[in-house]
């Protein structure tokens, strides 16, 4: 290539990164790894527009986040299960049967959750919350300023919160407080 750009190192260095963000954004392996594939094709396409190859983690996941809402925009937001990541199946063997199934339940609840909300917040949560990215990396993925960051970062933890409220059953109200059923 003429930029200068190897692809196959990209996909070394950020495969992971990439392929955690889809499966928490999409909730289902086959999709991630679609998206992955997707969103290396599109890197490979458009190679020309990184102009710092330093900043090459931001925008693949740049470009990971449209290729995410675009696929599940062609599904139909279908509903379904989310397999668990690989690291919550090898629960180690003391464990027990108890603690492996509450964690598989808390983690299908935070992924309905998640699969509730708008796909800024959601990209947000996924961003900011579970990959720990800084203000400024997010706001450079999804092209918008710190400030609206943080204020949307408030405002998706909220939404989140009352989304598991939702999914636990609980009634809620305005102010936060629990009403009695």
């Not at 930029?3 to 260095?13: A, R, T």
């Not at 991630?32 to 969103?39: K, N, W, Y």
Request: charged share 35%; net charge positive.
């Amino acid at each position: 290539m003429s930029s200068g750009l190897d692809i196959e190192s990209l996909y070394i260095e950020f495969h992971l990164d990439i392929y955690h963000f889809s499966l928490y954004f999409s909730s289902n392996k086959q999709d991630a790894e679609d998206i992955t594939q997707e969103t290396f094709i599109k890197a490979i396409r458009n190679s020309h527009m990184l102009k710092d190859h330093t900043r090459a983690k931001y925008w693949l996941l740049s470009i990971a986040r449209h290729t995410a809402i675009d696929h599940l925009r062609k599904k139909k937001f279908k509903s379904t299960l989310p397999e668990l990541l690989d690291k919550m199946t090898k629960i180690e063997r003391r464990d027990s049967l108890d603690e492996h199934l509450l964690v598989k339940e808390q983690w299908e609840e935070i992924q309905t959750a998640l699969f509730r909300i708008k796909p800024h917040y959601r990209s947000l949560l996924i961003l900011r919350g579970i990959q720990e990215m800084t203000i400024r990396e997010t706001a450079e993925i999804l092209e918008c300023s710190e400030l609206k960051v943080r204020v949307d970062f408030y405002r998706a933890v909220k939404v989140l919160k009352k989304e598991l409220q939702v999914v636990e059953g609980v009634n809620i109200d305005e102010k936060g407080r629990k009403l009695n059923s």
